[in-house]
Nanobody
């Protein structure tokens, strides 16, 4: 059974940085697509970033240029480097894996999920 465990969340001031990690067990995701989503209080979960085939990346417009997704196949871990954080980035961040053979931002195209990690950005 696949398990994803996110870490690295916390409280940071606006303009600061955090790096989220998502470690997988039970499956090597070298051929899977991996994504990060987030859910702010009272809002629907939304796409943040994805990486497919270890090199094809996509970003939501709201984070492009500030966030970077990367993957370490040897460690079976995907990362989200978040710079220039804003209060509106405050949310629970989820890592997810996709078995699709195409890049996707659709939540329903992701097949396994982590439990999430809280990111809070103070103004």
């Amino acid at each position: 059974q696949v398990q994803l465990v996110e870490s690295g969340g916390g409280l940071v001031q606006a303009g600061g940085s955090l790096r989220l990690s998502c470690a997988a067990s039970g499956r090597t995701f070298s051929s899977d697509g991996m994504g990060w989503f987030r859910q702010a209080p009272g809002k629907e979960r939304e796409f943040v970033a994805s990486i497919f085939w270890s090199h094809t990346t996509n970003y939501a417009d709201s984070v492009a240029g500030r966030f970077t997704i990367s993957i370490d196949i040897a460690k079976n871990t995907v990362y989200l480097q978040m710079n220039s954080l804003k209060p509106e980035d405050t949310a629970v961040y989820f890592c997810a894996g996709s078995l699709r053979y195409y890049t996707t931002r659709r939540e329903n195209d992701y097949d396994y999920w982590g439990q999430g990690t809280q990111v809070t950005v103070s103004s």
